[in-house]
């Protein structure tokens, strides 16, 4: 009976993985700023963190907004253990791969905006404004105060505002 229970639960996170994995990713890729190996560790991290935890899952009311506050943590986790030793490279190494725009270079363009900002200002960023959360719902995936999102928020958006300056304009403006 406990293989069958074992084996049911498997099944159901595979078929959650499943459902999620593109959701996450792209997420993922927002965080990463377009580096799509960083992003495919980070979902394979999140995850694997997941199905650790699957068991316990039934106590958890939304799996999926469950599994976008690990990738969060997981990323910012990953920045702090990087940031002594890996250095930003001045140009992608490849393209990212066309997800959320038509347009190549205004997607460049914010991506290298994203790259700029500090790890919780960029998933503070990524979630209110990408995923759409409150400022309530983005506090508690970041486990700060509502104030800090606000604040955070308020700084990342007036520095992408400052990086972006006319160019954003000029790359939406059709020619």
């Known amino acids: 009976m406990r293989k069958s229970r074992t084996r049911s639960r498997t099944d159901e996170f595979m078929e959650f993985a499943a459902a999620r994995a ?3 990713h792209r997420c993922a890729s927002l965080l990463t700023s377009g580096d799509s190996h960083l992003a495919e560790d980070l979902v394979q991290e999140t995850l694997s963190r997941m ?6 899952m039934s106590r958890i009311d939304n799996p999926a907004a469950y ?14 253990r990087y940031s002594a030793t890996e250095r930003p490279l001045a140009e992608l190494p490849e393209p990212p791969p066309p997800h959320s725009t038509d347009d190549p270079a205004l997607r460049l363009a914010l991506l ?4 700029e900002l500090p790890p919780k200002d960029r998933a503070v960023v990524v979630l209110r404004y990408w995923e759409d959360r409150s400022v309530q719902e983005t506090a508690d995936a970041l486990n700060v105060s509502p104030a800090a999102v606000r604040t955070r928020s308020t700084r ?5 505002r400052r990086q972006l300056g006319g160019s954003l304009t000029e790359l939406t403006t059709p020619a």
């Open 67 to 80: 599994a976008q506050t690990v990738l969060v943590r997981t990323f910012i986790t990953q920045r702090r």
């Open 51 to 56: 199905y650790t935890r699957w068991g316990r």
């Open 156 to 160: 990342a958006l007036a520095k992408l």
């Open 112 to 115: 290298a905006a994203l790259r």
């Open 22 to 24: 593109g959701h996450l």
